[in-house]
């Protein structure tokens, strides 16, 4: 693109205007992003190399070229509100999403600051903006609002609606698929008493009793009960619930889903000629359902493969202005560098920690024989390879035989071993233990322990859930998946996780391993 440098002023300006501006040209015309300077007339005094890129004109084409024609029209009118609270002094800056309109005649997205400089005496200079193109990630956000939209209309079309209750709360929570089966207005959110009240007469204890099992013991259940709507019509529903453990092995949620199957259940006498129809029925509703399953995996990788390019270049990019114009730039300056690239570097460990967590809701299992012992040797072998300054006490039993996928409970056992090896970290001799015992009822319990910071446990019921932190990131890094991932993989064994520990004492993580179950 032809038109390096900045583009020459508009207008005679100031001894200290002109000062400061030549204040902006050393970092100006190289910088990755997109940079303008406007005149206090709007007019434009100088544009970087990355905006022409971005909005596809040369810096002459530009310099002739008034922000109404270079902004789309709907989204003017708040830059001249903005510019005129900036002048006014009612604010320093302002940021927000906005489209200009590109040389080739699309709309293109940026992420827009705008600063007024003011002189030493405060009075106005000219105004800094720049412009970081976000095009991509609109398109996706796009993208993502019409999955959405086209799911909402599957569970429409399939009469399916979704639940959850958290334990203790005084009412449910009802989809709006859900509240339009049972009759209710959307947003109606029932007291448990009368969600289950809804059930005609003869099925109410029952379906209680299936419910307080759940809450029990965590066993999920899928049962068909006859209901009356909120307007007297009579249908038959089916009711699907799985629980959700806390940090102390309780069950703190129930969730799941409910749907109008009032078709299925035909008299007895059509049962016979209408058999055939219905199991070709409920093979296309099936399919249906694993289509838009398979097609929003397959998205959600899409998304995650488009983002990967961006946060690649952006690290890039600043790496290489970090080492090229490093030393022009001014502490503060290269402090928000770094932090750019600090930031583009955990939202990509998120992203990958998003999609691991997706893809072990849906991995088929393959349960087979597996010794934890020989998978925990082999885990530690490599953390001493990792860190061979670290004095660690390791104590593994001869063997520790379970059952289950030997790919997941490998992951999980490795997160567990690796939060051990980290929160002993500070201990300049550290003891880590696997090991097993039998519980209340004779179920093997299996527990990985250390002396490590540990944690308050008022924050136990927390532990599990993804992103949550009990440390800070400064202190031991990490994106907070690890324990989700566990969870995750011993709810798919039919298992429970939950854990024990004082700050300054160790913690004792302690799970099962049940029949694995396909979610």
Known sequence: MTGAGPLPLNVSAPREREARLRQYAGAFEDALVGMTVLGLDHKRLAVNRAFCQFVGYSAQELEGMSMRELVHPEDIDEDWRQFALLLDGAKESYRRDKRYMHKHGHAV?????????????????????????????????QQLRDMQSMLHLAAQVGRLGAWAWEVGSPTLAWSAEACAIYEVPPGFMPTPHQAVDFTVPAQRESLRATIAQCLRSGSPFDTEVEIVAARGRRLWVRVICEAEWDGSGQVRRLQGAVQDISEARAARHEILRLNAELEERVLQRTAQLESANRELEAFSY???????????????????????????????SLHYLRRIRAGVRQLSDLTDGLLSLAHLSRADLQPAGIDLAQLARREIDAMRRRDPHRVVHVVIPQVLPVRGDARLVSQALFH????????????????????SKA?????????VRDDGVGFDMAYASKMFEAFHRIHAADDFPGVGLGLAVVQRIVSRHGGRVWGEAAPGLGATIYFTLGRPTRS
């Open 109 to 141: 997205w940026a992420d827009f600051s705008c600063t007024l400089a003011r002189d030493h005496q405060g009075a106005p200079l000219f105004f800094v903006t720049q412009v970081l193109d976000i095009t991509e990630r609109k398109g996706a956000e």
């Open 439 to 447: 519980g209340p009822d004779g179920e093997a319990i299996y527990f």
């Open 302 to 332: 899409s998304i995650a493969h488009d983002l990967r390019g961006p946060l690649s270049s952006i690290d890039g990019f600043s790496n290489t202005l970090e080492a090229s114009a490093g030393a022009v730039l001014d502490e503060k």
């Open 416 to 435: 567990l071993l690796d939060n051990a090896w980290k929160f002993t970290s500070k201990r300049e001799s550290a003891h880590i233990e696997l090991g």
